[in-house]
């Protein structure tokens, strides 16, 4: 009788451990949102590495895009202005800033150089080298 009395109380006091229904419950694979860092090291392991992209342009250069039908960098940029010395005179019927007796470049605004036809003059602008067209941006007198 005192085996079974001991066997009975064994059992009785191992009961919860064999009953318990998270004695041999596997680990949950999903973490918990709080948990962020051992999913991320094991996938990045996992991961293969690629280039990182290239920064888009800024939304000014897509607008200016769209507006004239071709990427902004494609169009010329605007030169400084430069200063040219010369004298005003009229060649094929055009006025012109003669700067040396084999150099002459043609002027834009041609009624702003009417004024000034025969006289030595200062011009401020942007020479466009392709077609030797002198932009003006202000014209004086020289003294």
């Not at 920064?55 to 039908?69: A, C, K, V």
């Not at 169009?75 to 004298?87: D, E, H, I, L, R």
């Not at 084999?102 to 004024?115: F, G, L, M, P, V």
Request: proline residues 11%; charged residues 20%; positive net charge.
């Amino acid at each position: 009788m005192r085996k079974t009395y001991m066997l009975s109380a064994a059992l009785v006091a191992l009961s919860p451990l064999v009953c318990a229904q998270d004695a041999f419950k596997q680990p949950n694979p999903v973490l918990p949102t709080e948990v962020v860092g051992p999913p991320l090291v094991a996938w990045s392991v996992l991961q293969k590495p690629r280039p990182i992209p290239e920064p888009l342009p800024p939304p000014d250069n897509r607008s200016n895009q769209s507006q004239t039908g071709q990427p902004a960098d494609s169009q010329p940029q605007q030169p400084t202005a430069q200063t040219f010395t010369g004298t005003i005179a009229k060649a094929t019927g055009k006025y012109v800033l003669k700067v040396s007796e084999s150099t002459a470049y043609q002027i834009d605004d041609q009624d702003k150089a009417r004024a000034y036809e025969g006289k030595q003059v200062k011009i401020a602008g942007n020479l466009d080298a392709k077609n030797n067209v002198l932009h003006i941006t202000s014209i004086e007198l020289v003294s």
